[in-house]
């Protein structure tokens, strides 16, 4: 069974930094891209960020360019959000996901994503 799990949300003050993490097992995704998005209450999914399978190509939306940072380690299965300068309108449920395409670029397309995580909160308090 394949299971993406994420960790490392939480409550922080505007401009501090979580660092996220999202462990897969049941597979090895270690050529398929995978993505960060989020949600936040009444609002639809939006991306956050993505990167390749080699992880030699990332992409950002541009509300978090140059604050987050995403990487993966293939041998640990694991891909990270390190999110920095946090903002209120930050908080959202962050959900991590993996592109169903092997050794494709980095998409911002939710539909492009065949698995998805549980969440884990972010609420960045101002």
């Known amino acids: 069974q394949v299971q993406l799990v994420e960790s490392g949300g939480g409550l922080v003050q505007a401009g501090g930094s979580l660092r996220l993490s999202c462990a897969a097992s049941?597979?090895?995704?270690?050529?398929?891209?995978m993505g960060w998005f989020r949600q936040a209450p009444g609002k639809e999914r939006e991306f956050v960020a993505a990167?390749?399978?080699?992880?030699?190509?990332?992409i950002y939306a541009d509300s978090v360019k140059g604050r987050f940072t995403i990487s993966r380690d293939n041998a640990k299965n694991t891909v990270y959000l390190q999110m920095n300068s946090l903002k209120p309108e930050d908080t959202a449920v962050y959900y991590c996901?993996?592109?169903?395409?092997?050794?494709?670029?980095?998409?911002?397309?939710?539909?492009?994503?065949?698995?998805w995580g549980q969440g884990t909160q972010v609420t960045v308090s101002s």
């Open positions: 990167i390749t399978w080699s992880g030699g190509s990332t």
């Open positions: 996901a993996a592109d169903d395409a092997v050794k494709a670029a980095p998409r911002r397309m939710a539909r492009a994503y065949e698995y």
């Open positions: 049941g597979r090895t995704f270690s050529s398929h891209g």
